[in-house]
């Protein structure tokens, strides 16, 4: 009987494994929707909360990316806060010009305004 | 010798470089009820299973549908889990196969009722196999070996497990694994001499 050398055989082998098959995207979702309707199912049939469900929650909107992000934002505005730029306005400045309240009512509006539209 | 380093478990979205916890910490997270780690452990261990089914059934979409219920079998069962005694992948590992020999039998009988009217169906399914796995000469030769050559052939030389994991998976002996792949490398290499053969007269 004919055989074909090992070094093919061994080649081909190595070949096959190079192509192993990546998971595809939408079985990981199969595999992980089926995951969780377990999970769920055995939660509700034990009655006890979700270990780690602030971490789940934390997932939920989005995780580490968006908290990172957050950081960032609130970072910028206690910065912004603390020592404005030259190019926006002082928010001191917003707060003392609230403190002198001025009321629509202060304008004095009512006679000629509302004359001029009648 | 080839790069081998390569590791299907990557297919998907990595995670930024922390500590792995194993396969067994997860599953016991699982049992916990944390949802991570079901994600985790589907990256970590669908692809092996997913890979194996593919060449053991050399038909992609039976392939995934059994690695969706090996995984199933892995959800439900993680509360039953014993850390300690065996390798997660071990398990996975078996029940795949298991199921992958399940939907041979069950295929098997269904194929030859319902194929067409001819004069010989069996003969037309093996063509249609045929011309399925023309493309990969080894997915046609391994689909001609024993069921047990078979599995142990590609545990252990294209999913690179050792033959002592490769017993535990297939519930034999290191001698046995050892026995079963050295025949089916023989057969094999006779198969695909045989193969170059037949296609200098098919193809001309």
């Given amino acids: 009987m004919k055989m074909a050398d090992n070094d093919e055989l061994e080649n081909l082998f190595a070949q096959a494994r190079q192509e192993r098959p990546a998971l595809p995207e939408d079985l990981a979702v199969r595999i992980e929707t089926d995951a969780e309707a377990v999970r769920l199912r055995r939660l509700n049939a034990t009655g006890r909360p979700a270990r780690r ?3 789940q929650a934390f997932e939920g909107v989005g995780g580490w990316r968006v908290l ?6 609130s970072a910028a505005g206690v910065w912004i806060g603390f020592s404005a730029p030259a190019f926006l306005p002082d928010p001191a400045n917003f707060i003392y010009a609230q403190e002198t309240t001025f009321l629509v009512a202060d304008l004095n509006l009512d006679a000629d ?6 | 010798m080839e790069d081998l380093t390569s590791h299907p478990e990557q297919a998907r979205g990595g995670s930024a470089a922390m500590p792995e916890p194993s396969d067994d910490a997860l599953l016991g997270r699982f049992a916990d009820g944390d949802a991570m780690a079901a994600r985790l452990l589907t990256d970590r261990l669908g692809p092996r299973s997913f890979s194996v089914a593919l060449r053991m059934l050399g038909n992609r979409s039976e392939a995934e549908d059994i690695t969706q219920e090996a995984m199933m079998r892995l959800w439900q069962m993680a509360p039953d889990w ?4 065996a390798q997660v992948s071990t398990w ?6 298991n199921l992958c020999v399940d939907q041979r039998r069950r295929k098997r009988p269904q194929t030859l009722e319902n194929a067409p009217e001819v004069q010989d169906g069996a003969a037309s399914v093996v063509d249609r196999m045929q011309d399925d796995a023309r493309k990969d000469a080894l997915q046609t030769a391994l689909g001609q070996l024993p069921e047990r050559q078979q ?4 545990l252990r030389h294209i999913e690179e497990l050792p033959n002592p994991e490769i017993a535990g998976i297939m519930d034999i002996s290191v001698e046995a694994v050892e026995s079963l792949i050295a025949r089916g490398k023989r057969a094999l290499a006779a198969s695909l001499a045989g193969r170059r053969d037949e296609l200098g007269y098919e193809n001309g």
Avoid at chain 1, 113 to 118: G, R
């Fill in chain 1, 68 to 73: 990172g992000g957050l950081v960032a934002a």
């Fill in chain 1, 113 to 118: 305004f509302l004359e001029a539209e009648e």
């Fill in chain 2, 151 to 154: 599995q142990a052939v590609i």
């Fill in chain 1, 53 to 55: 469900s602030w971490l």
């Fill in chain 2, 92 to 97: 996975l590992y078996r029940v795949t196969l």
């Fill in chain 2, 82 to 85: 014993v850390p300690g005694q």
